[in-house]
């Protein structure tokens, strides 16, 4: 059974930093694209990251030179480093796993940038 678990959601500053992590078990997790997604209230799901398995990256124009994405083989995990976070990045936060046909979602975290 395919879990995704996020984690390291919460409420920031503006200018502040978050790390969001996904933890994934039942898949054979260094042939999947990792990615991070994000929904804001009335608006649809975009992309954020993405990381290949062989380490090639690429992000929304919106987070380019602000977030950091990285993946852990060793423990079946991906993060999101998030800087200079702004309020329009507010949003809950979704971990993808991709491989062919094969698309797994986690449940997503929220991440709220506020003073």
């Known amino acids: ?3 995704l678990v996020e ?5 920031v500053q503006p200018g502040g ?3 969001l992590s996904c933890a994934a078990s039942g898949i054979g997790f260094s042939i999947y694209v990792m990615g991070w997604y994000r929904q804001a209230p009335g608006k649809q799901r975009e992309l954020v ?5 062989g ?3 690429n992000y929304a124009d919106s987070v380019k ?7 852990d083989g060793a423990k079946n995990t991906v993060y999101l480093q ?8 507010t949003a809950v936060y979704y971990c993808n796993a991709a491989w062919g046909l094969y698309d797994n979602w986690g449940q997503g975290t929220q991440v709220t940038v506020s003073s």
């Not at 998030?82 to 990045?89: A, F, R, T, V, Y």
């Open 1 to 3: 059974q395919v879990q």
């Open 7 to 11: 984690s390291g959601g919460g409420l």
């Open 17 to 19: 930093s978050l790390r």
């Open 49 to 53: 990251a993405r990381i290949t398995s």
């Open 55 to 57: 380490g090639v990256t």
């Open 65 to 71: 030179g602000r977030f950091t994405i990285s993946r």
């Open 82 to 89: 998030m800087n200079s976070l702004k309020p329009e990045d």
